[in-house]
């Protein structure tokens, strides 16, 4: 989904979006509408993969990353690259352990020229599943993992799971 933020428009096409959960929320105040996306994963791994669909490749725009703690202060700023040459969905590891049980704040910038930039942003928090619940994820078949994660609200993990699961058996 789409998370906050400005939207250039970075080519035509499907815009830069965030492989995450959005939840929205509609909120009235003084007799004005409007409605609010809250877009953010939770992970049970300390360094996990951050997942985004890019409008154009690597090679015809920079795009930065940043990581902000709830104090707004900067934890992490970094610039992707890869050997992306067309649109298409990029995973990106993140450098960092996180703090577990506190929720980051992410901003993906694009800048497409000079006068377009595109920004998505959302959350992450690492959460301790547990002794036993991480035991069951260790335990369990990649296939029954990915249920596993969704069940228990790890959405993100299981996203990085089915990406694993389709690079080792890309016609499955």
Known sequence: RRGGG???SCH???????LAYADSMTVEELDVTRTDESVGVLTSLPTPTLWFYLPVGLN????ELVIKDSLDRLVYQGELTGEMTEAGVIEVPLAM???SGRALRWFLTMDCDESDR???DGWIESRNPGPDLARTFTQATPRNRVALYTNYGYLHDALSELA????????D
């Open 6 to 8: 400005s939207r250039g």
């Open 97 to 99: 352990s996180l703090p």
């Open 118 to 120: 595109t920004t998505v």
């Open 164 to 171: 694993g699961l389709r690079q080792l058996n890309p016609d």
């Open 12 to 18: 035509s096409g499907t815009p830069l979006t965030a």
């Open 60 to 63: 015809e725009t920079t795009a």
